[in-house]
């Protein structure tokens, strides 16, 4: 069969070229090692640095148990100079029976909001020390307050889904998983369907008695072949090195993957037909991929506007998405995630036509 020549000297071609596998097997996997230490890595031990003038002894013990490192000063004057010069994330200074003023350096919101909510939590934990002073000399003066006083009740966490040490890496893996695949296959695929067509490959198969579906079935057999070991090795290095943990099936996970490497693949050829050059490729990631980022999942569509919930419904990232997190996070079956495994399939067909018909530009066959 015509389409299986193709896909031989497909194979050929790309064993060959040890830089592009390298690139399609082995990138993901350390770009997801990276992700995994960037977001795993703990951060309990951090420490804040914040300067404090005239501030309450216990407020001041109570921060420093929360991992802020607290400096003293003499005075509450030439704070910005302090602050610059003692790289500090605020500072904190008091009147005597006044506000308390806080200054942020503010660079970096995220400690700002940290140190605001450690400075509430330790002026909550002095109000309650006191709540409990006064109980202790109430229930002092009059013991049969004992009965009076609420006793606090045991807790009882459970979770639906993930663990009670679910980290957010285990939460944005199953996004990234798809991305990654989805990403590097509509790139390598693309590029390499416009060097055929740019060297005259293209032109040579065309001029044989070839079907338009005989000539997209050999391109997907091929480059099919390398994006389902670019699962296998993605997807078990995920699970086994990284401990990812996956509540669903492992082998769902593999077919979502996969099928998410087969609708990259007629995407990315698709788009070749319309560029001229290696750079032109590329400029179609921003147009075409980037936008699809923010559909799949790392931000919560149920929290988007109308609208963008509706146009989430045409990026192919949104079904990949929610059917790996349904499977990797709340245990999802394939029934379960029915629907988006048809949406991604309907993609691929409808991608898959496209390209039939897009080889009419170069000859009717």
């Known amino acids: 069969m015509i389409a299986f020549a193709i896909a031989k000297r497909i194979f050929i071609q790309m064993f060959r070229d040890k830089r592009t596998l390298a690139l399609m097997w082995f990138a993901p996997l350390m770009i997801f090692t990276l992700m995994y230490f960037l977001f795993t890595s703990s951060g309990t031990d951090t420490t804040y640095k914040v300067g404090v003038y005239n501030l309450n002894p216990e407020i001041v013990e109570n921060l420093e148990e929360s991992h802020v490192e607290v400096t003293l000063f003499s005075d509450g004057e030439q704070v910005e100079e302090n602050i610059k010069n003692n790289q500090l994330v605020a500072f904190i200074a008091q009147t005597d029976a006044g506000p ?46 004992v009965q009076a006083v609420p006793q606090q009740p045991a807790i009882d966490e459970q979770y639906l889904y993930g663990e009670a040490d679910s980290d957010y890496f285990t939460t944005i893996s199953p996004i990234l998983l798809g991305f990654f695949v989805f990403f590097l296959v509509f790139l390598i695929s693309g590029m390499a369907l416009l060097r055929e067509r740019t060297s005259g490959t293209l032109d040579k198969i065309l001029a044989a008695p070839v079907r338009r579906f005989e000539i997209i079935a050999g391109y997907l057999l091929g480059y099919g072949f390398f994006a389902f070991i670019q699962t296998m090795l993605l997807v078990e290095f995920v699970v086994r090195i990284l401990q990812v943990t996956v509540a669903g099936s492992l082998a769902l996970v593999m077919l979502i993957t996969f099928l998410a490497a087969l609708l990259a693949l007629s995407f990315g050829v698709l788009l070749s037909t319309f560029a001229a050059s290696e ?87």
Do not use: C, H
């Open 100 to 145: 308390i003023e806080i200054t942020y350096e503010n660079s970096a919101p995220a400690k700002s909001a940290v140190v605001r909510a450690k400075l509430q939590s330790a002026l909550v934990k002095l109000q309650l020390g006191a709540f409990a002073s006064l109980a202790q000399q109430a229930i002092a003066a009059n013991p049969s307050l």
């Open 279 to 365: 750079f032109q490729m590329v400029q179609f990631i921003p147009v075409v991929i980037i936008p699809q980022i923010f559909f799949s999942g790392l931000i919560e569509i149920g929290t988007l506007a109308e609208w963008l919930q509706a146009l989430a419904k045409f990026m192919p990232l949104y079904y990949i998405g929610n059917a790996l997190q349904g499977v990797m996070i709340k245990g999802a079956t394939l029934v379960d995630i029915g629907n988006d495994v048809v949406a991604i399939l309907l993609f691929i067909s409808f991608f898959t036509v496209l390209n039939v018909l897009g080889l009419k530009r170069y000859r009717k066959i």
